[in-house]
């Protein structure tokens, strides 16, 4: 099935945003995004596997070939300025993505990295979330917030979710980036929470390390998931960065 969802085509815009889910997220999450941006943006999320309309589908247990896959999907997009934005985990893959197209020479006309440690600071000690029991995995989705983790006191929608979650930070956990790899030449936004639990916003400054181009970093109030509640302002923000004009 493809990798792509367009909730609210624009045939009519100008430039492509495309958007890449949290662990555990899907598509559904960037619903709200196509409809709240310009007319002259169209926004794309991407569908990971074993999950939602692709939930008898294997879970993903490699970035780079669900980058290697979502590259090749993104091919007919090209034709237009291509953006990518990756959330948490999702920043991991747009960043893998976005290398691929820049070596086919489509490289995205800016990159923005949301919520997530600058890719090259990563270290191996980081906590192995994927090994914990199922409350231990629920108590870590209730700390970062953006899951309505009550509802997964319910036995049987574990059954349904915490395979695919499990599956993602395992993902996470064997990702590592070539050393060898280089600089992105597109121009790159961090964007964050003030209240990451995750990151902080003094290490997001450190993305401007793997761009060869200009690199800025924009804080909102919120955690985690402060996108949730800041759509509007993150638009904004991103409307900027891409020189086009607001909604």
């Known amino acids: 099935m493809s990798w792509l969802r367009c909730p609210d085509p624009r045939p009519w815009a100008t430039t492509r945003l495309v958007c890449f889910p949290h662990a555990g997220g899907s598509a559904v999450s960037f619903r ?5 941006a310009s007319p002259a943006l169209e926004v794309h999320a991407v569908q990971y ?18 980058a290697r896959l979502v590259a ?36 995205p006309v800016h990159f923005f990295a949301s919520g997530a440690k600058p890719i090259h600071r990563r270290t191996d000690t980081e906590d192995r979330i994927s090994e914990r029991d199922d409350d231990g995995l629920v108590a870590e989705l209730t700390k970062l917030g953006g899951t309505d983790t009550a509802a997964l006191a319910d036995p049987e929608l574990r059954e349904l979710v915490l395979p695919y979650v499990r599956a993602d930070f395992k993902a996470i956990e064997r990702y590592r980036r070539d050393p060898d790899a280089p600089k992105l030449a597109s121009p790159l936004t961090a964007l964050t929470g003030e209240a990451d639990p995750h990151v902080t916003v003094e290490e997001m400054y450190r993305w401007a390390e793997v761009t060869t181009a200009s690199c800025e970093v924009r804080a909102f109030p919120g955690g985690h998931f402060y996108l949730n509640d800041q759509l509007p302002e993150v638009l904004a923000e991103i409307h900027k960065a891409l020189g086009i004009p607001a909604a």
Request: proline share 8%; aromatic share 4%; glycine share 8%.
């Open 72 to 107: 090749a999907a993104l091919a007919p997009l090209t034709d237009r300025p291509l953006a990518l934005l990756g959330h948490s985990m999702g920043t991991l893959v747009a960043y893998e993505t976005a290398l691929i197209l820049q070596a086919k020479g489509a490289a």
């Open 49 to 66: 596997p074993g999950r939602a309309d692709r939930m008898r589908e294997p879970v993903m247990t490699d970035l780079k070939q669900a």
């Open 32 to 36: 709200p995004w196509g409809k709240a």
